[in-house]
């Protein structure tokens, strides 16, 4: 891995530890005691062959904490909360699980993941995946993301071909917070009423 910290506020690499033997590995995939670690209320398994993209994509409800048991996959990184130090940072490394880390994506934080070989990523989440705000990406090779990718032969989801542009993804970033937040905001002024 190319990469031992991540120019984007929120983002980290944790050290994990695979426990290798004979006959295969243990790989530990979470730890609330890992640093960026947050509790989470989901956990997927994501198994992708080589050649296939996944994203980009953007979440505005919940974090993720992504780890890698199986595979090598490159992945990217763009910071697109107008409010934080790192907007519109890139970051861009392959990843293998040889490497033992772990990466923390929080919300706000555009990812994209190039399949390098058959890899499985399992990821938590810190809220669970709802529909109405999962809707939010741009094109994988979008040149305003500024990321680099080899080829442009790939596989991609019905969903990702159907994304706009980087600009797009911002206003629809920012239209989906907000929303967000303000449900948070009723929500928790709804528990208020009832005590």
Known sequence: MSVTTIDIAGC?????????????????????????????VQWNACASNAGVVRGVHVH???????????GRVVLGLVDIRADSPSFRNSVQFEWADSDGVAIVVPRGVAHVVRFVENSVLAFGLSGYWT????VVGCQWDDPELRL???????VRSTRDLASGGFAQMLADYEERS?????????????ACLVR
């Open 12 to 40: 980290d690499v944790v050290p994990v530890s695979p426990n290798r033997d004979s006959r295969g590995c243990l790989f530990e995939i979470f730890r609330q005691s890992w640093p960026g670690a947050f509790p989470t």
């Open 178 to 190: 907000t929303a967000w937040r303000e449900l948070q905001r009723l929500g928790a002024r709804e």
């Open 60 to 70: 505005v409800d919940y974090e993720e904490f992504y780890t890698l048991p199986s």
């Open 131 to 134: 529909p109405d705000f999962d």
């Open 148 to 154: 680099q990718w080899p080829d442009k032969d790939v």
